[in-house]
């Protein structure tokens, strides 16, 4: 006996010495157990083990996207992206003191609420945008979601923000709370908890993460369980209210959106459902604002970038739908909706312009020209009138190497210019007068679209492709007042037939040839009445005879012996504001026939440097430099 009992004392010491070298060999290394290694997986639709530790390329390739939190299981990574505040929130600071007449609004709740982080749309960010514009400027939307987040973490998130003192508590769950696994999020909490009592040591927590792990083995598989059971999750709701109003804040509640239906045992959707009516049942016996969100999008499939999340049109959608209801509850001032602007460059990462619609890409660069975005076989754009604009300039390349490519665009339904096989960049200028609306719909239209991936096995692209579009803008007048014809494209709508590519005159100067007849068109600022014209002639035969009509009458005679000529020729009375300039040479000058070795086939005419309209026809036309259109 004394034997047995000096072996086991020899055999405690082993251990202990062992289990000592072991705590300082982690020590020096460094090694820290982290409770999340306890979180596996319970079946393909138990994300939570994903939410805590994954990684975004498209955000960091070293930084995780969360971390780790004994109350909340995981919480936002800072490092991952500007997006997220110094407090841990997504959109603006929460101020240490509050000016009077300040109204701060937080949006609890999972990934829908929170939204991408590779781009700053989400839909507290276009409600921030809506609050902001109400005159006091006073109010500030602050986005509290994370991924993956049930009611449970909600409503310690909502805790947590409580020393800010928000004013207006927006609470958003019901789809990660219905997901079915084996343990619920309330025993996940409890096992961290259990496992936090070890943290002063280094070997205690693994050894206890072992031990727990046998001891669920021995008891065998669980039954399936949601993440948040259906009557946890009501009191859970019951008890944000009384928080929120306890704190002085107005709580709101939201059924959590998405669409489709299944049948899947395994999946979440196949269970939300009684989570949203427990969300309408609460907010009727609490008395509390509710915002149908599920209602208000189940038939919206094209808000959705899947059946969970909002796209960029949809959070905007989302975010003027809170507003309503805040505004008619008398909670929230602002517009109702964000109304587009006459222009927008598209070669920035804004997400949340209004003019931005559905059917575009990320922003991006290019190594060989100014960056945009790319549609999908359609992408809409709307711009809103400013002062009755009646031009719309674009600004857009087709990149697009497949063959045939076919593409148009639309306003407000009507086809206005048509890019069918062209390559490269194009600036036409439209002319949208006669289009109605205080508002137009700018509908890029490609086919086929281009896939990188069906083309290019290293590509991992997938998107269809359509067009490449770099800006997009209204100007007063569809037609200039004045041009430089070197500068302008060849989908310029002054430049009508008759005239051949921009190039360089002997002399440095640069403009265009006219044909035998030639048109162009300009439109008036103001009430001017002459047409100023800077051309050369040059033949062989050393006369050039032209004629000028505008608006189908004769208005002069230019031209005359080799050289630059500055003419200014009058405008008819009863002449529109459009004025329709036709130039007609008699005799065009071709070179192959009258200059040996000449293989210019050309029928010659004016080259023609500017053209400008003036406030009077006695103007003396000098030779100052000629602007661009507008």
Known sequence: MRRVLSNLGLAAVSVVVSLAAAEVALRAWGYRFSPIQFLTPENPNDWRAFHMGANDPRLSEREPLTLFDGELLWRLNPAVSAEINAQGFRGPLFPPARAPGDVFVLAVGDSNTLGPLTANDHWP?????????????????????????????????????????????????????????RTTDAAYAARVRWLGRWEWSRVAPPLAHLFLKARARLGGAAAPTPRVPLADYRVILE???????????????LTRPW???????????????????????????????????????????????????????????????????????????????????????LTGPDERRPELGPGFSSFERTADGPPGRWTDGAGVLTLGRSRQERGLALDLSNRSPLPLTAGQVEVNGRVLFDFRER???????????????????????????????????????????????????????????????????????????????????????????????????????????GLAID????????????????????????????????????IPAGVGRRVRVVLRVDEPYVAARHEPGSTDTRALGLFVHSVRLVPSAHEQHDARPVGTRP
């Open 259 to 345: 669409v489709g239906r299944s049948d899947d045992p395994d999946l979440w959707m196949t269970h939300a459902p009684p989570y949203n009516d427990a969300t309408r049942s609460v907010a009727a016996s609490k008395g509390v604002l509710l915002v149908d969100a599920y209602e208000e999008f189940r038939e919206r499939p094209e808000l959705f970038s899947d059946p969970l999340h909002f796209t960029r049109v949809g959070d905007r959608a989302m975010a003027e739908l809170v507003l309503r209801r805040l505004q008619s509850a008398g909670v929230a001032a602002g517009a109702t909706g964000l109304r587009p602007g006459p222009a927008i460059e």
């Open 125 to 181: 960010g276009f409600l921030d945008d809506l609050v902001r514009t109400d005159a006091s400027g006073r109010a500030r939307v602050v986005n509290a979601g994370v991924y993956g987040y049930t009611a449970l973490q909600g409503l310690r998130r909502f805790r947590q923000a409580l020393p800010h003192r928000p004013d207006v508590v927006l609470f958003s769950f019901g789809a990660n709370d219905a997901q079915p696994v």
């Open 423 to 529: 390559r490269g960049r194009m600036r036409p200028l439209l002319d949208v007068g006669d289009i109605p609306g205080e508002t137009l719909t700018v509908r890029f239209v490609t086919q086929p679209v281009y896939v990188p991936r069906e083309h290019d096995a290293a590509s991992r692209d997938v998107r269809r492709l359509g067009v490449f579009v770099h800006a997009a803008r209204l100007v007063d007048a569809p037609f200039a007042s004045e041009v430089a014809l070197a500068d302008l494209d060849v989908d310029s709508p002054e430049l009508r037939e008759g005239w051949f590519d921009a190039e360089t005159w002997p002399d440095g100067r640069r403009g265009r040839w006219s044909s035998a007849r030639a048109e162009l068109v300009l439109e008036r600022r103001a009430d001017e009445r």
């Open 535 to 570: 051309a050369s002639a040059e033949n062989g035969r050393n006369r050039t005879a032209a004629t000028v009509a505008i608006g189908g009458r004769l208005v002069g005679t230019i031209g005359g012996p080799n050289g630059r000529r500055q003419d200014v020729l009058p």
């Open 239 to 253: 008890t944000f209210v009384d928080e929120a109003r306890a704190a002085g804040a107005t709580p709101v509640l």
